[in-house]
């Protein structure tokens, strides 16, 4: 079983910047696309951004597009999200999983983004 912990999270203001991180242990995520998850109070869960096994390609949600961006060291089974010029709709709770084959879901980092 792979335990996922996020990090990195805080309160910044709007065009503020943060990198998450997502520590995986238990078992080597590096042959495994990952992907980060957002989810803000009453909403569903949405998909932020991933980024395939060898990290030479990533994918993201519309709203994040241009502004966040995937990374992995697979040396160190860790993902990392850098999120640049945050907005306050970007407030919401951060997950990484697995997008192909989910994972438990770990704590999550908190987001907020003031006016």
């Known amino acids: 079983q792979v335990l996922l912990q996020e990090s990195g999270g805080g309160l910044v203001q709007a065009g503020g910047s943060l990198r998450l991180s997502c520590v995986a242990s238990?078992?080597?995520?590096?042959?495994?696309?990952m992907g980060w998850f957002r989810q803000a109070p009453g909403k569903e869960r949405e998909f932020v951004g991933g980024?395939?096994?060898?990290?030479?390609?990533?994918v993201y949600g519309n709203s994040v597009k241009g502004r966040f961006t995937v990374s992995r060291d697979n040396t160190k089974n860790t993902v990392y999200l850098q999120m640049n010029n945050l907005m306050p709709e970007d407030t919401a709770v951060y997950y990484c999983n697995r997008p192909l084959s989910y994972a438990a879901w770990g704590p999550g980092t908190q987001v907020t983004v003031s006016s």
């Open positions: 238990g078992r080597t995520i590096s042959t495994y696309a």
């Open positions: 980024i395939i096994s060898s990290g030479r390609s990533t």
